[in-house]
């Protein structure tokens, strides 16, 4: 029986090493489940794999999508159990920080009724005309459930909250308590540190991306992608773009740091409460491979 499992845990913890040494032990292919690693070219600020790692061990759902679609995870659920039901004697890991898309895999998705175009549109203009402030505040009185890991900058998901009440006079929280189509619960390793070692690796991570020509990438990206383009949502890339020196850019590395710390957060949070997992503490587990090989291989 072929070895499905996931990896999980917060942006920077560690996962990526580890997923590569226990996809070798087992032979399997790694499912990216991060929301932000999918865009082509949007490689160094989102913390793709290197294409050393693409090419040591075979990855999907990472580096594949046009920067201007809008990626759901609805659509993650339709990919990933094709994948699955094309490859029944392949080993794979699910390796990510994208919650919901491990959850919806595992439980399956709201049955919520397509949302008309139209209703999308008229969001997505009042966002550019009015601003995300107001399309936030106005999804906090619809359904301040939904909202509570949400930030302002993440406009996708906003006007997801606010088309599903219009369409259906529901709220998207109630919605989300009633699922089909899931492919069954599934082993999950929740890779954890102390919050201060997690924090010191976060700043280390974004000082080398800036290393590695994040900024370059930026304005590479600039040339082509256009700026409403859901990937640009990704943090740090619009803020660094717009960055007129180096006095400037040191200002917003600060405050992706900051960012990026407080959405460690809300993922140790939504790890921790919102799926059943084994814990796996990196700053004290002597041999993580091992631990981690030992349970898939004798659960």
């Known amino acids: 029986m072929p070895i499905l499992f996931a990896l999980v845990g917060a942006t920077g913890v560690g996962k990526s090493r580890l997923s590569l040494e226990l996809a070798e032990r087992f032979n399997a292919e790694i499912i990216g489940v991060d929301s932000r690693q999918i865009y082509k070219g949007f490689a160094i600020g989102t913390a793709q794999p290197s294409t050393e790692d693409m090419l040591r061990v075979k990855h999907h759902q990472i580096d594949f999508l046009d920067p201007r679609k809008v990626y759901s995870a609805g659509d993650f659920c339709a990919n990933a159990k094709k994948l699955l039901s094309e490859n029944t004697n392949q080993n794979y890991i699910l390796v990510g920080g994208t919650g919901l898309y491990l959850q919806s895999l595992m439980l399956g998705l709201p049955q919520i009724p ?55 006079g529901r709220k998207l929280s109630e919605w989300q308590k009633e699922r089909e189509g899931g492919i069954g619960v599934l082993p999950v390793f929740w890779l954890n540190r102390a919050r201060e070692n997690l924090y010191a690796r976060i700043d280390t991570r974004v000082d080398q991306m800036i290393a590695d020509g994040w900024l370059d990438e930026i304005h590479e990206l600039a040339k082509t992608v256009p700026l409403e383009a859901p990937a640009w949502q990704s943090l740090g890339y619009k803020e660094l773009l717009c960055a007129k020196d180096g006095n400037q850019v040191q200002s917003v590395l600060e405050e992706v740091k900051r960012k990026t710390r407080n959405y460690a957060k809300r993922q140790l949070t939504w790890f921790r409460w919102q799926v059943k997992s084994t814990e796996v503490d990196l700053d004290t587990c002597t041999n993580p491979l091992e631990y981690i090989h030992n349970r898939v291989v004798a659960p």
């Open 114 to 168: 397509k949302i008309d175009e139209s209703i999308r549109k008229s969001f997505e203009d009042d966002a550019v005309k009015f601003g995300s402030n107001s399309l936030f505040k106005k999804a906090k009185e619809v359904d301040p459930e939904a909202m509570e890991k949400v930030e302002e900058n993440n406009v996708q998901r906003i006007i997801r909250i606010l088309e599903v009440f219009q369409l259906t």
